[in-house]
């Protein structure tokens, strides 16, 4: 079974410029999360999607937004970037089935988003 | 709320001896604890998990985590060190009013197994 894929996988953009990534699941996940890791903040929440329906979103500002396809395909867009935007955006597919908190999430590889 | 601890960035051992990357928690109900490892420019690779049952939890390439619910607790542990253990661990907490899809973690501690 092939696992979660992201795309690009480095992105070179510079302040104020606006930058779309993607995220295909493991097939038969209808769960997809986005997860923002920097040096100094860890990894940090940014969204979930549960059937195209946005479940979660975490403490970022209203330039980060996402969105999810019927094919469970997901895409997080950042607009205005900024230099502290810099970071691996990480993507994480999980389950079947709708809140269910012992389910398993699986990682993709991330995308290194550098703005200069 | 939920929140998880990892209170050592650095963790060094060498190869052969045994080794424990700690991670304590806070949930209001139950917890459900999960162990990561991430390797240099990779995404998260799942270890471990404990849901319910046995405290002592086996997974992926020899690691093993033990729950402790009055220490509230869930230590990383492995008998015998590799050199290719080396890496940044996770620990990650969801509770039951949590969905699969979101799992608060730990500030990650990277483990070095020297020769």
């Known amino acids: 079974k092939a696992g979660v894929t992201q795309t690009p996988r480095y992105l070179i953009k510079t302040r104020g410029q606006q930058v779309t990534l993607s995220c295909s699941p493991i097939?038969?996940?209808?769960?997809v999360s986005w997860y923002q890791q920097t040096p100094g903040q860890g990894l940090q929440f940014l969204f979930e999607y549960f059937s195209e329906t946005q479940r979660n979103k975490g403490n970022f500002p209203g330039r980060f937004s996402g969105r999810q396809f019927s094919n469970s395909r997901s895409e997080m867009n950042v607009s205005t970037l900024e230099l502290g935007d810099s970071a691996l955006y990480l993507c994480a597919s999980s389950t079947t089935r709708d809140r269910a908190p012992t389910d398993t999430q699986y990682f993709g590889p991330g995308t290194r988003l550098t703005v200069l | 709320a939920q929140s998880v601890a990892q209170p050592e960035d650095q963790v060094n051992v060498a190869e052969g001896n045994p080794l424990t990357v700690k991670c304590t928690y806070s949930?209001?109900?139950?917890?459900?604890l999960f162990w990561y490892v991430q390797y240099p420019n990779r995404g998260l690779q799942f270890l471990l998990k404990?849901?319910?049952?046995?405290?002592l939890v086996k997974g992926s390439y020899g690691f093993e985590a033990e729950f402790n619910k009055s220490q509230t607790s869930f230590h990383l542990k492995k008998p015998s060190a590799l050199v290719s253990d080396s890496a940044l661990y996770f620990c990650?907490?969801?509770?039951?009013?949590?969905?699969?899809?979101?799992?608060?973690f730990g500030d990650g501690t990277t483990l070095t197994v020297k020769p």
């Open positions: 949930v209001s109900g139950n917890p459900y």
């Open positions: 990650a907490v969801r509770d039951i009013n949590t969905n699969a899809g979101k799992s608060t």
């Open positions: 097939s038969g996940h209808r769960s």
């Open positions: 404990y849901i319910t049952g046995d405290n």
